[in-house]
């Protein structure tokens, strides 16, 4: 079967909400609207075969420097064949390429990430998803999601100082510059 990752369109709005709110009918992802979709779906990629969306994830930016892999899904009959990683893959290159330093996620699923190079952060270590979205979840004082970081460009072409401290790095209270500690 022949899959293209491409920019979502708004035809492909149906298959991206009936893959992420099948998860969160789980409980293992959050109910997107059709509103949240149609606002977020400059930020969506989909995986397609023969017509149909097997698959989704987006981009969303917390800060200039930071972006949130979100809504990642794939179809239940399309798992355990490397679409997630693709998918995950095409929006960290999209990142890059769109400047931003850092991407982060909250998920159920932190050995997938870090299989990728995401590295485990405390989920307070992400404050600007905590305060944007997070703070308005049912879910909020007993999240089960676990923090995940990539930094998307080499320590020595960081800017002065990341988006998030990270270790080994400084923070913004520093009188140097950022680098290896």
């Not at 998860?23 to 959050?30: C, F, I, K, R, S």
């Not at 981009?59 to 949130?68: N, S």
């Not at 794939?74 to 290159?93: F, I, K, T, Y």
């Not at 998803?129 to 703070?135: P, T």
Request: aromatic share 8%.
């Amino acid at each position: 079967m022949q899959v293209t990752i491409r920019q979502a369109t708004p035809a492909d709005m149906e298959g991206i909400l009936a893959i992420v709110n099948y998860y969160a009918g789980q409980d293992l992802m959050l109910y997107r609207t059709r509103e949240q979709v149609e606002l977020a779906l400059p930020g969506f990629l989909v995986a397609v075969a023969e017509g149909a969306v097997i698959a989704c994830g987006s981009l969303v930016e917390l800060t200039p420097e930071l972006v949130e892999v979100r809504s990642l899904a794939v179809a239940p009959d399309q798992q355990n064949h490397g679409l997630g990683r693709r998918m995950v893959s095409a929006l960290v290159e999209r990142a890059r390429a769109a400047g931003y330093v850092q991407a982060c996620a909250l998920t159920l699923r932190e050995s997938f990430f870090n299989g990728l190079g995401f590295e485990t952060v405390g989920r307070w270590t992400l404050a600007p998803k905590i305060w944007q979205e997070c703070i308005f979840c049912s879910k909020f004082h007993a999240c089960d999601e676990i923090g995940v970081l990539m930094n998307l460009v080499q320590p020595a072409e960081l800017p002065n100082c990341p988006a998030i401290r990270l270790p080994g790095f400084c923070d913004s209270q520093a009188s140097v510059g950022c680098g290896p500690a």
